[in-house]
T-cell receptor, first 114, second 117 residues
Framework: AQRVTQPEKLLSVFKGAPVELKCNYS??????LFWYVQYSRQRLQLLLR??SRESIKGFTADLNKGETSFHLKKPFAQEEDSAMYYC????????????????FGQGTILTVHP | DTGVSQDPRHKITKRGQNVTFRCDPI?????LYWYRQTLGQGPEFLTY????????KSRLLSDRFSAERPKGSFSTLEIQRTEQGDSAMYLC???????????????FGPGTRLTVL
């Protein structure tokens, strides 16, 4: 079974400050990790995935298999980053085929103050 | 709007009634997922389809729940004899399937908020 834990329900920072949203997972196999974001009155949307190793809107996340973590980071937070952030895991077989479902954490509400 | 659509957006029903939700995925996406989200929690997987085949069902999906995707396009989720504990946001998502090392993105709909009185 897989599990995703986001230890912080709420996170507040000031504009321009660094931000880190924590995500830890448990899964015995090879996972795919994602960050999804939900802005106010909008639908859930993909922010980034560990496979892509890309930076989206200044956010990055590195998969640390030793610590089973996938923390989301941004060096300088902006007010428009205020949103709900979900970390999610998708199981993947040893052959690389993914099992479709996503397992989500409880989410972290990020508030960036001016 | 070419995104995933869900209907209705809100549903209020009395305990014991049956309800049905519809999801229209992005055109040509052959995978379709249903999730349930209760207050303060992340989405929880219910079931998913590849084309018309239902490939996986969560233990959350009791006998009162049934999902279909008869022609491999839109899907319906029916809840029979609703209970107050069924009150939640029901989310639908769709994705393409892009091969063995699937990197398909799940695109979510706006959800249907169910309130059972």
């Amino acid at each position: 079974a897989q599990r995703v834990t986001q230890p912080e329900k709420l996170l507040s920072v000031f504009k321009g400050a660094p931000v880190e949203l924590k995500c830890n997972y448990s899964y015995s196999g090879s996972p795919e990790l994602f960050w999804y974001v939900q802005y106010s009155r909008q639908r859930l949307q993909l922010l980034l995935r560990h496979i892509s190793r890309e930076s989206i809107k200044g956010f990055t996340a590195d998969l640390n298999k030793g610590e089973t973590s996938f923390h989301l980071k941004k060096p300088f937070a902006q007010e428009e980053d205020s949103a709900m952030y979900y970390c999610a895991l998708r199981a993947r077989s040893g052959g690389g085929t993914s099992y479709g479902k996503l397992t989500f954490g409880q989410g972290t509400i990020l508030t960036v103050h001016p | 709007d070419t995104g995933v659509s869900q209907d209705p957006r809100h549903k209020i029903t009395k305990r014991g009634q049956n309800v049905t939700f519809r999801c229209d995925p992005i055109s040509e996406h052959n995978r379709l997922y249903w999730y349930r989200q209760t207050l303060g929690q992340g989405p929880e997987f219910l079931t998913y389809f590849q084309n018309e085949a239902q490939l996986e069902k969560s233990r959350l999906l009791s006998d009162r729940f049934s999902a279909e995707r008869p022609k491999g396009s839109f899907s319906t989720l029916e809840i029979q004899r609703t209970e107050q504990g069924d009150s939640a946001m029901y989310l639908c998502a769709s994705s393409p399937r892009s091969g063995q090392f699937s990197t398909d993105t799940q695109y979510f709909g706006p959800g249907t908020r169910l309130t059972v009185l």
